[in-house]
């Protein structure tokens, strides 16, 4: 064990990748064995992922010793490569197409989840700007969240709140987009730039348009990218000051 345990130290972000797809293959056996494909794998992963994250302290598991490397594969580095990698294969002329209500529903989409999200946070209890504005920017998407509570000096169980706050919607928009695609007539190119811009997390909806049609995926990727980092850039700063203007 000692050995086992020196060369997995040594290779901690190798190691991190073993462990990370271990979790996906049986996310994904449980998605479509148990679940019969009702929740997709990358929902179950995420659950999976945060349960995880309770037996570390600061650092998630990424404080035991073996599984250091999580510590760099869970790092922003990382994930903003995943992030820009899901818009690679995008065709830029269809991107152009969506034009003008790309950019709107990426404001609206923004605005419209925070002070949602704002709402009920303060139905919740938290009035103070602060946790709210955490709280309503993880309803945007989990990495948001975080984001804006380190900005403005959240406390760390606020910051937890918006990170399950941002995976319910994850786990919502997944499960839903399917089921409602039709309905809404998500099934080009042009309708999934807006619906990317109007959800925009983007987990949630690359593993739901994934679900609907794998080549709808770039073009919902690639707004819900620009969404987080518009919310990272709005939420901290002018929505913030909105609430603060209005006497939270």
């Known amino acids: 064990m000692d050995i086992i345990e020196k060369i997995i130290s040594k290779n901690g972000?190798?190691?991190?990748?073993?462990?990370v797809g271990i979790v996906m293959l049986i996310?994904?056996?449980?998605?479509?064995?148990?679940?019969?494909?009702?929740?997709?794998?990358?929902?179950?992963?995420?659950?999976?992922?945060?349960?995880?994250?309770?037996?570390?302290?600061?650092?998630?598991?990424?404080?035991?010793?073996?599984?250091?490397?999580?510590?760099?594969l869970g790092g922003s580095m990382f994930r903003d490569f995943a992030v820009v990698a899901t818009a690679m294969s995008a065709d830029i002329s269809k991107i152009k197409q969506a034009g003008l209500a790309g950019i709107i529903s990426l404001f609206i989409g923004v605005t419209v989840t925070f002070?949602?999200?704002?709402?009920?946070?303060?139905?919740?209890?938290?009035?103070?700007?602060?946790?709210?504005?955490?709280?309503?920017?993880?309803?945007?998407?989990?990495?948001?969240?975080?984001?804006?509570?380190?900005?403005?000096?959240?406390?760390?169980?606020?910051?937890?709140?918006?990170?399950?706050?941002?995976?319910?919607?994850?786990?919502?928009?997944?499960?839903?987009?399917?089921?409602i695609a039709k309905r809404i007539k998500l099934d080009n190119p042009h309708a999934a730039v807006v619906f990317g811009g109007l959800i925009g997390t983007t987990s949630g909806v690359v593993a739901g348009l994934a679900a609907t049609d794998e080549k709808l995926v770039p073009y919902g990727a690639l707004t819900a990218t620009f969404y987080t980092g518009i919310g990272c850039l709005l939420c901290p700063s002018v929505f913030y000051l909105i609430l603060k203007f209005f006497g939270f």
């Open 115 to 179: 002070f949602i999200g704002a709402i009920i946070a303060y139905s919740m209890g938290y009035t103070d700007a602060v946790s709210m504005a955490t709280i309503a920017a993880g309803a945007g998407t989990y990495i948001i969240g975080p984001v804006t509570g380190t900005a403005l000096g959240a406390s760390s169980d606020v910051i937890a709140i918006s990170v399950a706050t941002g995976v319910v919607k994850t786990i919502f928009t997944t499960i839903a987009t399917p089921l």
């Open 27 to 72: 996310s994904f056996w449980i998605s479509k064995k148990i679940l019969k494909n009702k929740i997709p794998g990358v929902a179950i992963a995420i659950l999976i992922g945060l349960s995880l994250a309770f037996f570390g302290d600061k650092k998630g598991i990424a404080d035991i010793t073996i599984f250091a490397g999580m510590a760099i």
């Open 13 to 19: 972000l190798v190691f991190a990748f073993l462990f």
